[in-house]
């Protein structure tokens, strides 16, 4: 009796210490992400790129109350629907010109509820404390994730709701609980709201449940009964998805009498980046000469027409955009593009450089943990190789950009966790003998 209180006290004690470090990884992650929207002045109204659109599209929308497609292309309305909430309470109080900042700092939380997700993640994958609190530091001290609530790009938003969605999924992996379900469906419509690709989840929520169920069921259970209630699991995840993305499918569909689930970048995107980077602008010429709902028909058309002529062209060059992948970028940033970038490299380089240090232990740990001995559960490792490997082949169709990978860095980031994690709970038990 005596040793049972003394073994629920020490794991009290342990549970405690664990909320401690959190805290205090918490509280230094939002101490970085205050400092470098100090040290980092931003003005979107005047910015071409997809933050100044974003912007301007939000202010209008809070002044006018209606959400305006992007005159080049149909884009995912999260971010916009976001930043123009809390410009509409900037407008209310008065201090519009605060808006930017308003819409920075409420980031700061988005990213403080990414950090305590990350962790329940890590935790709940690992069965191991000092795998969430290690992934918890990953979230909170890269240079990229500390630098992400003083721009205004959708990966923000992407990246919180897709860890919910991992979260809720392990969640019911443990409990059972069936609203866990619908809640992680609902997680990851948002998630696809904010950038598209995630609607292809549902794909990888179907291996993901398959498998589990398949482990988990009875033997003598048939496997007509498995699937039936794998399926049932999976319309659950599904309904919850579609509750959030149909209505907006249903807004595309009326505005343009054709169907756009989301958006119209994937298509155009495939295009332009399939054909001849020398016809780039004449091809951005003739998509803007046409109507907004032929735009996305058009591109999909033309790059079936340059697959069929040569269905090896996704992959010409890829071996040199796999390798442009594999860097360290804030280094590459610091010491080649030192005029590309508007961040203050001088004055962010111990913590960028301290960053690149902490991404090559946590890629190098994770790649180990991704093809070690499986901890996890055979479920879960697939659902994560299955990111791992679409992330990693849109880019490298497509084109890298630094913000593009981050889905890829944080999963292997989670396995590096993983992986240190449970080196330190063996080191420490050698210790304790």
Same mark, same amino acid.
């Given at each position: 009796?005596?040793?049972?209180?003394?073994?629920?006290?020490?794991? !009290?004690? $342990?549970?405690?210490?664990?909320? *401690?470090?959190?805290?205090?990884?918490?509280? =230094?992650? +939002?101490? &970085?992400? %205050?400092?470098?929207?100090?040290?980092?002045?931003?003005?979107?109204?005047?910015?071409?790129?997809?933050?100044?659109?974003?912007?301007?599209?939000?202010?209008?929308?809070?002044?006018?109350?209606?959400?305006?497609?992007?005159?080049?292309?149909?884009?995912?309305?999260?971010?916009?629907?976001?930043?123009?909430?809390?410009?509409?309470?900037?407008?209310?109080?008065?201090?519009?010109?605060?808006?930017?900042?308003?819409?920075?700092?409420?980031?700061?939380?988005?990213?403080?509820?990414?950090?305590?997700?990350?962790?329940?993640?890590?935790?709940?994958?690992?069965?191991?404390?000092?795998?969430?609190?290690?992934?918890?530091?990953?979230?909170?001290?890269?240079?990229?994730?500390?630098? !992400?609530? $003083?721009?205004?790009?959708?990966? *923000?938003?992407?990246?919180?709701?897709?860890? =919910?969605? +991992?979260? &809720?999924? %392990?969640?019911?992996?443990?409990?059972?609980?069936?609203?866990?379900?619908?809640?992680?469906?609902?997680?990851?419509?948002?998630?696809?709201?904010?950038?598209?690709?995630?609607?292809?989840?549902?794909?990888?929520?179907?291996?993901?449940?398959?498998?589990?169920?398949?482990?988990?069921?009875?033997?003598?259970?048939?496997?007509?009964?498995?699937?039936?209630?794998?399926?049932?699991?999976?319309?659950?995840?599904?309904?919850?998805?579609?509750?959030?993305?149909?209505?907006?499918?249903?807004?595309?569909?009326?505005?343009?009498?054709?169907?756009?689930?989301?958006?119209?970048?994937?298509q155009v995107n495939l295009w332009l980046d399939l054909d001849k980077s020398s016809l780039r602008n004449e091809h951005i010429t003739t998509l803007r000469g046409m109507p907004q709902a032929e735009r996305a028909g058009y591109a999909l058309a033309r790059s079936r027409e340059l697959l069929a002529a040569n269905p090896f062209r996704p992959?010409?060059?890829?071996?040199?955009?796999?390798?442009?992948?594999?860097?360290?970028?804030?280094?590459?940033?610091?010491?080649?593009?030192?005029?590309?970038?508007?961040?203050?490299?001088r004055e962010t380089a111990w913590l960028g450089l301290a960053g690149d240090a902490i991404w090559l232990i946590f890629v190098m740990a994770g790649l180990a943990g991704l093809s070690g001995r499986l901890r996890e559960g055979l479920h879960a490792r697939l659902f994560m190789l299955a990111w791992l490997g679409y992330s990693l082949v849109?880019?490298?169709?497509?084109?890298?950009?630094?913000?593009?990978?981050?889905?890829?860095?944080?999963?292997?980031?989670?396995?590096?966790?993983?992986?240190?994690?449970?080196?330190?709970?063996?080191?420490?038990?050698?210790?304790?003998?």
């Amino acid at each position: 009796m005596a040793t049972q209180i003394n073994n629920k006290h020490a794991v !009290q004690r $342990s549970d405690r210490r664990d909320l *401690l470090w959190l805290a205090v990884i918490v509280l =230094i992650g +939002v101490i &970085l992400r %205050l400092w470098m929207i100090w040290i980092t002045p931003l003005d979107p109204r005047f910015s071409n790129a997809d933050d100044g659109d974003s912007y301007r599209r939000a202010l209008q929308m809070a002044v006018t109350g209606q959400y305006i497609d992007d005159f080049w292309l149909i884009r995912p309305p999260l971010q916009v629907w976001f930043y123009a909430g809390w410009l509409k309470i900037a407008l209310i109080l008065g201090i519009l010109q605060s808006g930017v900042l308003i819409i920075q700092l409420a980031q700061v939380v988005v990213a403080i509820i990414t950090i305590l997700v990350g962790y329940a993640i890590a935790w709940r994958l690992f069965q191991c404390s000092l795998s969430g609190l290690l992934f918890a530091a990953f979230l909170a001290f890269w240079y990229p994730f500390v630098e !992400q609530p $003083s721009v205004l790009y959708s990966e *923000l938003i992407y990246l919180a709701l897709f860890c =919910i969605h +991992v979260w &809720l999924l %392990l969640r019911f992996d443990q409990t059972g609980a069936w609203p866990d379900l619908v809640l992680s469906g609902v997680a990851l419509g948002a998630a696809a709201l904010a950038r598209s690709p995630a609607l292809y989840s549902l794909a990888f929520v179907a291996v993901w449940v398959v498998v589990r169920n398949w482990q988990t069921s009875e033997q003598d259970q048939q496997p007509i009964v498995r699937l039936r209630n794998a399926l049932a699991i999976w319309v659950l995840i599904a309904v919850g998805c579609l509750m959030v993305v149909l209505p907006w499918t249903m807004r595309n569909y009326a505005l343009y009498h054709t169907i756009i689930p989301i958006d119209t970048l994937g298509q155009v995107n495939l295009w332009l980046d399939l054909d001849k980077s020398s016809l780039r602008n004449e091809h951005i010429t003739t998509l803007r000469g046409m109507p907004q709902a032929e735009r996305a028909g058009y591109a999909l058309a033309r790059s079936r027409e340059l697959l069929a002529a040569n269905p090896f062209r996704p992959f010409e060059g890829m071996w040199s955009t796999f390798r442009h992948i594999w860097k360290a970028y804030f280094i590459e940033d610091f010491f080649v593009k030192q005029s590309f970038f508007t961040r203050p490299l001088r004055e962010t380089a111990w913590l960028g450089l301290a960053g690149d240090a902490i991404w090559l232990i946590f890629v190098m740990a994770g790649l180990a943990g991704l093809s070690g001995r499986l901890r996890e559960g055979l479920h879960a490792r697939l659902f994560m190789l299955a990111w791992l490997g679409y992330s990693l082949v849109t880019v490298l169709i497509f084109h890298v950009e630094p913000r593009y990978l981050y889905p890829l860095w944080m999963l292997i980031g989670l396995y590096g966790a993983g992986t240190l994690g449970n080196v330190g709970k063996q080191g420490r038990s050698w210790f304790q003998r």
